[in-house]
């Protein structure tokens, strides 16, 4: 099973500063036959279903605001919000469906200083 | 808009079955595999599993085969997912999500990522 690992566990950033959060993959993936990196990013509020921010490693899905930027490739991925809102407080989860079973990282709870 | 709701709460005893349903609307439910991921309380996401609404065919991680059935009916176009035997560890929350699958560059069949999400049905299995 492909092992994502993300870091930090959790993070205090002060409102309209920059958060980022890693994502460690055990295997890569990406996969070489049409290049595309088979990782997602999902945002979690509190009483809330998951909601898919990042998809392809690096797409924005449809309506997620531009502060929300994805990247990396391989085996090493990084999630940036440029400019954190009061809204953004939330767990964030990363998301491997280069094979099965798909796999989440265990999250990083982001809070605001 | 393309919607999932679900089933309501559920309490079991140990050893007993559970059978969650989620309801799409909004989209041709035909044309995207629905998935399945739990979440236990003040835990993280837990995969469990993925069946085509257009053929009925399935993937479930070997941690759960033989406990778990996913099945669609798409004269509601409504999926089902069935956990038997329940165990304590069990008590989650259960998601259904939208998958939107493809085929790569070697003719492979792959699911993207999850796109459209329920809201959620906690089961809880205590005796």
């Known amino acids: 099973d492909i092992v994502l690992t993300q870091s930090p566990d959790s993070l205090a950033v002060s409102l309209g500063e920059r958060a980022t959060i890693n994502c460690k993959s055990s295997?890569?993936?990406?996969?070489?036959?049409?290049?595309?990196?088979?990782l997602a990013w999902y945002q979690q509020t509190p009483g809330q279903p998951p909601k898919l921010l990042i998809h392809?490693?690096?797409t924005r899905q449809s309506g997620v605001p531009d502060r929300f930027s994805g990247s990396g490739s391989g085996t090493d991925f990084t999630l940036t919000i440029s400019s954190l809102q009061a809204e953004d407080v939330a767990v964030y989860y990363c998301?491997?469906?280069?094979?099965?079973?798909?796999?989440f990282g265990q999250g990083t709870k982001l809070e605001i200083k | 808009q393309a919607q999932l709701v679900q089933s309501g709460a559920e309490v079991k005893k140990p050893g007993a079955s559970v059978k969650v349903s989620c309801k799409a609307s909004?989209?041709?439910?035909?044309?995207?595999?629905i998935t399945w991921v739990r979440q236990a309380p003040g835990q993280g996401l837990e995969w469990m599993g993925w069946?085509?609404?257009?053929?009925?065919?399935?993937n479930y991680p070997q941690k759960l085969q033989g406990r778990v059935t996913m099945t669609t009916d798409i004269s509601t176009n409504t999926a089902y997912m069935e956990l038997r035997s329940l165990r304590s560890d069990d008590t989650a929350v259960y998601y259904c999500?939208?998958?939107?699958?493809?085929?790569?560059?070697?003719?492979?069949?792959?699911?993207?990522?999850?796109?459209?999400w329920g809201h959620g049905t906690m089961v809880t299995v205590s005796s």
């Open positions: 295997q890569t993936v990406l996969y070489s036959s049409n290049n595309k990196n088979f």
């Open positions: 998301q491997q469906y280069y094979s099965t079973p798909y796999t």
């Open positions: 999500a939208r998958a939107p699958d493809l085929y790569d560059n070697s003719g492979h069949y792959r699911l993207a990522a999850f796109d459209v």
């Open positions: 392809w490693a690096s």
């Open positions: 069946i085509s609404a257009y053929n009925g065919n399935s």
């Open positions: 909004g989209y041709t439910f035909t044309s995207f595999p």
